[in-house]
């Protein structure tokens, strides 16, 4: 079971949003969606800085989604001890999940201007999603109850970011999530906002994602082939593969060789949920201390014909079972 947490921030003295009504489509839309049981969904109000780091400990949740406002390279605005504005900058919040990066596979930044802050936490997480402009208050609703619909079906995250954005609509709302003093208003017309509007998703370096034809059964592969200056270094690999009977991930180090690393598994069933490759080279340490190493390894995942590659290799245990 994936774990949602939802972090809602509407301060005293900015413009008010409907985040209560964000909340409630969402949950509506996952209640009502044929893999429900595959998720747990929690909300938490009025948010303060430390309460993003109890919600990670507490619940250790896949999934986090915050809503509110943003002030772009200022950062997020939640409330302080008194309900009164406090923006938390780009550079904390990236180092805050960074900490839980074993556990977040998806943040999701549904206030104006976070693409700032997507950018910088996607060097830690697989998916961030931020918005590039000001966003209108029902947009952001539209896009978020499209996203999770879409996860609600069985599709993986980048497909569901699509039906997000497919849901998008022009509306009459000017209410957006920039922040303003409350009962102010920007002079900016809908069609100017909603032209300019655009959700960002951002995916982390080394990370494959695939989805095999519902009807094959049989060998599937995953190819990784490195940067050249990371060939013939030790690498983390981590495939992670959903079913219809739980979670499963196949974790391990290998020295992948400059020709590529071609790991082959079998798919013994019709489901057609995505399989997830994320590939991390390892610092070297030297007796002057680590030096770090860039990923720009491409990874690719597909069935039926293998690719030619240096090395082959079959994966088809120590496959472990994931609970959330």
């Known amino acids: 079971m994936k774990k949602i947490v939802i972090l809602a921030s509407n301060p005293q003295g900015t413009s008010r949003l409907r985040l209560d009504k964000e909340v409630s489509e969402i949950y509506e839309g996952l209640q009502r969606s044929q893999w429900r049981k595959h998720f747990d969904i929690e909300s938490r109000w009025a948010v303060r800085p430390r309460d993003i780091h109890r919600a990670l400990l507490d619940i250790r949740p896949q999934i986090v989604h915050f809503c509110g406002h943003g002030e772009g390279d200022a950062g997020l605005v939640l409330e302080n001890n008194v309900g009164e504005l406090q923006l938390v900058g780009t550079a904390a919040l990236s180092g805050l999940f960074e900490l839980f990066a074993d ?10 201007y976070s693409q700032k802050q997507a950018d910088v936490i996607t060097q830690h997480i697989n998916y961030v999603i931020g918005m590039n402009q000001a966003v209108q208050d029902p947009v952001a609703i539209d896009f978020a109850v499209g996203f999770y619909d879409g996860l609600g079906s069985g599709l993986t995250i980048k497909q569901a970011f699509e039906i997000g954005l497919a849901a998008i609509q022009p509306n009459s709302s000017i209410s957006t999530r920039k922040l303003i003093p409350e009962h102010s208003w920007e002079n900016e017309t809908d069609s100017e906002a909603q032209s300019h509007f655009m959700p960002i998703l951002r ?14 059964i049989g060998t599937v592969w995953t190819q990784i082939i490195p940067e050249l200056s990371n060939a013939n270094k030790r690498h983390l690999i981590t495939i992670k593969w959903a079913s ?18 071609l790991l082959c598994y079998q798919k013994r069933n019709k489901d057609v949920f995505p399989r997830t490759t994320i590939v991390s080279p390892l610092s070297e340490i030297y007796e002057d201390g680590v030096v770090s190493i860039s990923n720009a390894t491409k990874v690719i995942n597909g069935h039926l014909e293998e690719p030619a590659t240096a090395f082959r290799e079959e994966i088809n245990s120590k496959w472990q079972e994931i609970k959330y």
């Open 203 to 216: 995916t982390k370096a080394g990370l494959g994602e695939y989805t095999d034809p519902a009807n094959y």
């Open 103 to 112: 556990s977040v596979e998806c943040v999701i930044l549904n206030a104006c």
């Open 244 to 261: 219809l009977e739980g979670f499963w991930q196949w974790q391990q180090t290998r020295v992948i060789p400059e020709g590529g690393l």
